[in-house]
């Protein structure tokens, strides 16, 4: 079967390329696809040969991680579904993980259509959740299990570090369980976003202010709940005294190989350290749910969306680390 699909051909450099998509067992559901969701972060480190797959990171002399079909996330209707699949049915919309193709050095990627998905990476969406809030599922998914990993009662200090997706939607989510979320970014118009989707917020912005200082400022009690989404463990340790006893460190950024942590400093305030990873049928399940529901906002971060065969450009944007670049869509 041919498809289009995304390909990262070498470091910093994609195109949108015809591909050999493997026939469809019967435990695979495809899907033409609508809209799929970039995942900046976890996408711009693919791009530039960062990773050697999921959170491993490339190292010299490892074999090349290219050519492959970055991404993990996408939604469309479903156009065949194998005698083996359950709860899904052809003309149903869906919402897709990763899906199969060849001739890459990873035999599946995201922004590839039509999609050969296994039954088992494919949600059917309630007829309330639009296609395109329902496109970055997977990385919602992280900021979903981000806010509900560490216990936290009504009024808790909870800080996240990063106002990137997965920040402001680790933000929403624990807003929704009732802490006091302060949100540490370096962007205004992220933090501008932040104040419309997340009721209460305060705002650090620490390109203006020096964090530490900041935060004893918002927090004088101490934090109960710290997230770092951006992957710097120099910014928990620096940040560490100001947590109360018995309190919770959250980690979801991707720190390469600089991810040495001192667990005697955290055991000197009784830190639970939390690093989740990846996605399960039950969380991304659970955050659909959230979508529906509203208390987790998708829609409302989309500001770029680009025609697939514009993906070059779409990339462009997220390699530079605009900052205005936060919800960046491929229409197919």
């Not at 470091?11 to 435990?27: C, D, H, L, M, Q």
């Not at 929403?172 to 009721?199: F, K, M, N």
């Amino acid at each position: 079967m041919q498809g289009l699909a995304v390909v990262v051909t070498g470091p910093g450099r994609v195109a949108v390329r015809e591909v050999v998509i493997p026939e469809p067992t019967p435990g695979d559901v495809v899907v033409r696809v609508q809209h799929s969701w970039i995942s900046n972060g976890t996408e711009r480190s693919v791009i530039l040969g960062e990773r050697a797959g999921g959170e491993v990171p490339w190292r010299t002399g490892d074999p090349s991680p290219f050519p492959q079909v970055p991404g993990y996330q996408k939604v469309g209707m479903a156009t065949w579904v194998g005698e083996q699949v359950e709860g899904v049915r052809p003309g149903d919309m869906v919402f897709a993980s990763t899906s199969r193709v060849e001739g890459m050095v990873r035999p599946a990627g995201g922004h590839v259509s039509p999609a050969v998905t296994p039954g088992s990476q494919v949600w059917r969406l309630p007829a309330s959740v639009s296609a395109v809030a329902a496109s970055g599922l997977v990385l919602a998914q992280v900021g979903y299990n981000a806010g509900t990993r560490a216990p936290v009662a009504a009024g808790d200090n909870a800080l996240v570090v990063g106002d990137g997706l997965v920040g402001l939607w680790t933000a929403q989510v624990l807003a929704a369980r009732g802490a006091r979320v302060l949100l540490a970014g370096r962007h205004d118009e992220r933090l501008g976003l932040a104040a419309r989707v997340i009721p209460h917020v305060v705002r650090i912005d620490a390109g203006r202010q020096e964090l530490r200082a900041a935060v004893r400022a918002a927090a004088p009690t101490g934090v109960r709940v710290l997230v770092d989404t951006v992957g710097s463990v120099e910014t928990v340790m620096t940040l560490l005294d100001l947590l109360v006893r018995d309190s919770h460190v959250v980690s979801v950024g991707f720190c390469g190989s600089r991810g040495a942590i001192d667990v005697q400093r955290l055991r000197t305030r009784e830190v639970t350290l939390h690093c989740p990873s990846g996605w399960t049928r039950p969380r991304v399940a659970a955050t659909l749910e959230a979508i529906q529901e509203g208390s987790l906002r998708t829609e409302e971060l989309v500001t770029h969306r680009f025609p697939v065969h514009q993906a070059e450009a779409a990339y462009a944007l997220v390699l530079a680390r605009r900052a205005e670049a936060v919800g960046v869509l491929l229409d197919w």
